[in-house]
């Protein structure tokens, strides 16, 4: 649970530099006006899978996976999480500094 707690500013400090970075890129580079109610889904969104982050690391925690084959830990989730927003918030930062970032087809 320790590495848990430790983590967690990380995927704070990423899922905010993301949300700030995301909101100057539309308004000071697109030039698109602010809306509060983008802004709010954003903010849910960022619980949402900061929620979801910590739970399954929990869940990392108390059910061994390396029983079926599998080495998921705690820290590989959040982690993964982490790794994640950081993409997202190079990709902004790329576009604030007006760097073409072509980013993959889902």
């Known amino acids: ?3 848990i707690l430790n983590l967690l500013p ?6 905010v530099i993301n949300i ?4 100057y890129a539309k308004i000071g580079v697109e030039k698109i006006e602010f809306d509060k109610t983008k802004l709010i889904n954003g903010v849910i969104k960022a ?6 982050a910590i739970g399954l690391s929990y ?3 108390v059910i061994d996976f390396s029983s079926v084959g599998l080495n ?7 982690n993964l999480a982490i790794i994640t ?3 997202k918030d190079m990709v902004n930062f790329g576009k604030i500094l007006g760097v073409n ?3 993959a087809e889902d």
């Open 47 to 52: 619980c949402i899978v900061a929620c979801s």
């Open 85 to 87: 927003y950081i993409g």
């Open 72 to 78: 998921v830990t705690p820290e590989s989730i959040l």
């Open 59 to 61: 869940v990392a925690t």
């Open 10 to 15: 990380a995927l704070a400090i990423v899922m």
């Open 101 to 103: 970032i072509k980013q």
């Open 1 to 3: 649970m320790i590495e």
């Open 20 to 23: 700030a970075l995301g909101m």
